[in-house]
């Protein structure tokens, strides 16, 4: 007699439209307020939900979550719900949570930080079971809830940034020894040395050769500027550039300057102090402790 296996099989892949969801961002209310690569972690989420209807309540450890979520949620077919302190989350994550809550036909799952609610459930259901959605990147909802976290996210925001920039055509030497904040822009074929800080607004055009730290400035701990670099610029290492500022195409920017004015196209910048010498100085000096 002949028996029959049955063969599980995964069920059709289902894509959530971003217009059937609604967002619940829940923001702790101690919350740390440091940047992360340029950005508030509020920042950081906001990106993660674009294009989601969205909302953000303020939350204390004595809160009843699922009371939150009902009070909150709109007529979406979908209600995702996600801490302002996960500041890693990305909108890929959100989306393969998505997809497997409806491919499987849950009612209710679980990421590591988080939930992904049908919303007709989430607003009659009185005990909510939820099933762990499997297979997310444990790095997106690592919580910043102290500055040693907040290391160890910024280690792999910056990552992620040079990451992207390589995979469009960035030559980053040493991306361990590179920090690029999320906002900058870098035409294809630039090359950075190792030990560059790129910060703030800037924007950086194609094959721009930026040598060992360079230094992009663009706060002075009140006011937040911008800097353009144009295409085929060579910026000379140890360089700070301090904005507002724009270089143009094909400049030259000498070794060690610091530059506080706008380069012309073609022109060669230097912005050094003159160099002092006091000879017999350490001898003086010694005179000087002993009397």
């Not at 961002?25 to 674009?50: F, H, S, W, Y």
């Not at 997809?99 to 988080?114: D, I, L, V």
């Not at 976290?149 to 990451?163: F, H, P, V």
């Not at 074929?189 to 194609?206: A, D, M, Y």
Request: charged share 20%; with cysteine; hydrophobic share 40%.
């Amino acid at each position: 007699m002949e028996t029959q296996t049955k063969v599980k099989t995964s069920p059709a892949v289902v894509d959530v439209d971003g217009s059937d969801v609604f967002a619940l961002v829940l923001v702790p209310q101690n919350i740390l307020d440091a940047p992360i690569c340029g950005r508030t972690m509020e920042q950081c989420i906001d990106n993660a939900i674009k294009g989601f209807t969205h909302r953000k309540v303020t939350i204390q450890k004595k809160d009843d979550i699922m009371s939150i979520v009902r009070n909150s949620v709109i007529d979406k077919k979908y209600c995702v719900v996600v801490y302002a302190d996960t500041p890693l989350l990305t909108r890929e994550t959100i989306d393969q949570a998505l997809s497997f809550t409806a491919s499987y036909g849950h009612k209710a799952a679980q990421m590591p930080r988080g939930w992904i609610f049908v919303t007709e459930h989430i607003k009659t259901c009185i005990n909510i079971e939820s099933i762990l959605i499997p297979n997310l990147p444990d790095e997106d909802f690592i919580v910043a809830y102290n500055y040693n976290q907040l290391a160890l996210i910024s280690t792999y925001a910056r990552a992620r940034i040079n990451s992207a920039h390589m995979q469009k055509g960035i030559n980053i030497t040493d991306p361990y020894n590179v920090y690029i904040d999320a906002d900058v822009k870098i035409g294809e074929g630039t090359r950075i040395g190792p030990g560059v800080v790129l910060q703030g607004e800037c924007k950086i055009g194609r094959k721009c050769d930026i040598g060992a730290g360079v230094t992009f400035s663009t706060f002075d701990g009140t006011d937040k500027t911008s800097i353009t670099v144009g295409d085929n610029v060579f910026i000379g290492a140890a360089s700070n550039l301090i904005g507002p500022l724009t270089v143009g195409n094909n400049a030259h920017i000498a070794v060690g300057s610091t530059i506080t004015q706008d380069i012309p196209a073609n022109a060669l910048a230097l912005g050094r102090a003159r160099q002092a010498i006091k000879e017999n100085w350490r001898s003086e000096k010694k005179a000087d402790e002993q009397t």
